[in-house]
């Protein structure tokens, strides 16, 4: 069955998911997105250029996570603030070191640290390389995968490539990079100044970097732009994501099938999970057990289809945690624990903003709640908690028994089963434990342990 979606609308909000694995502030994604489209009214770009350029912007950085758990275990550094800070450095040899001495191991001991610096210091050309050509590649990938034109791809693939031919990871230079990558990166170094600084050192930013970074045509659009009376009130107004929703080229609602959405929630599920090495495959896993449980209780195909979709994204709110954190060997500090409860409210706060996405969002939400209302983060109980977040919660803790993480190696299966089993009618609904088993079963799944 059919159904009207604003792609314009979802993509906004998942990119405020992008904006936190970043660690940018809300809606540098969007802001970004007004910048380059200002600047493709002054480029006269025609329509379908327009409509590449727009989710170019706003889906720049789709692959960003992939390269996080990479920088926490090179720079023994929170990846969020890492990559915050990294945005602000220009290139020049003396930033690169002032910014490679501050950030790296400032936790760690002082030989640890020291062994870091070094390998940094000698490697770092082909450090930079990996990291660039992981995020990029990755981010291109998933972009293909959610039905956006090779064009859109192309753009995300040469972000970081810079107009004389110094960026990464292919050195490209002028024309040979995409014209919408061109665009982006110029318009994410001018978002990243003016939020921090203001217009004035983002323009100065801009001007500075012109011919180096920056294509000179792309920087005359961008002064010509911002020259608009309007333009920066408009950046800094309350209706920024309204105005951007407004910018996209068709002005109309896509129509789309319902394969569309799972194809969305299946793109953003491969952005969450190449966060963490520990959680590769995770939302897909988990995706399918939710399924094998809500088939062995009788869902439809449609209830069916919602709750996997749920499943698949019932972790978005993990970009927003380190790496530092979700990596952990050890026992988290209580500080620790409470970034990492953070990340239920913030899968539900992105959800919630996504009409086609809302009903997802209470799952979302809720899926480590317990019914004895020990869970997190509103310790719900009972039947406050309904059967769709039960099922995703008895699946999540499911698969998370039976993979690899930082602190422990997997569980067999069976023993994986006797746990949920023990805490069953504490923490876990007993119908979906049992339904889960008697699923396993039936598929032959448990015979791979």
Known sequence: ???????????EALSKALDMTEGQPPGHCIRCCFIGMRMSDVLGLDDRDRQDLYYTLLLKDLGCSSNAARICQLYLADDLVFKGDFKRVDGSLSQVLRFVLSHTGMQAGVAERFRSILHILR???????????????????????????????????????????????????????????????????????????????????????????????????????????????????????????????????????????????????????????????????????????????????ERRRVIKRAALLHDIGKLGVSNRVLDKPGKLDEDEWAQMRQHALHSETILSHIDAFRALAVIGGAHHEKLDGSGYPRGLKGDEINLETRIVSTADVFDALTADRPYRKAMPIAEALAILHSGAGKAHDAACIAALERALERSELALVA
């Not at 069955?1 to 993509?11: N, Y």
Request: hydrophobic share 45%; charged share 25%.
């Open 123 to 301: 490697n770092g050309g082909e450090i930079a390389s990996e990291l660039i050509e992981t995020r990029c590649q990755r981010g291109a990938e998933i972009a293909r995968q959610m039905r956006f034109s090779d064009q859109v791809a192309q753009g995300i693939l040469d972000l970081d490539e810079h107009f004389n031919g110094k960026g990464r990871p292919q050195g490209l230079s002028g024309n040979a990079i995409s014209p919408f990558a061109r665009i982006a990166l110029l318009a994410q170094v001018a978002d990243v100044f003016a939020m921090d600084q203001g217009p004035e050192a983002a323009i100065a930013e801009i001007v500075g970097r012109s011919g180096e970074w920056f294509d000179p045509a792309m920087v005359d659009a961008f002064l010509r732009a911002v020259a608009v009376p309007g333009f920066w009130e408009a950046y800094r107004s309350d209706g920024i994501e309204r105005i951007v929703l407004g910018m996209e080229p068709s002005r109309q609602a896509f129509f789309a099938d319902d394969d569309y959405l799972d194809d969305i929630a299946a793109g953003f599920a491969r952005v969450i999970d190449a966060k963490s090495p520990f959680t590769s495959g995770h939302s897909e896993r988990v995706a399918l057990y939710t399924d094998l449980i809500a088939e062995e209780m009788g869902f439809d195909a």
């Open 1 to 11: 069955m059919g159904v009207r979606i604003r792609l314009a609308e979802i993509m």
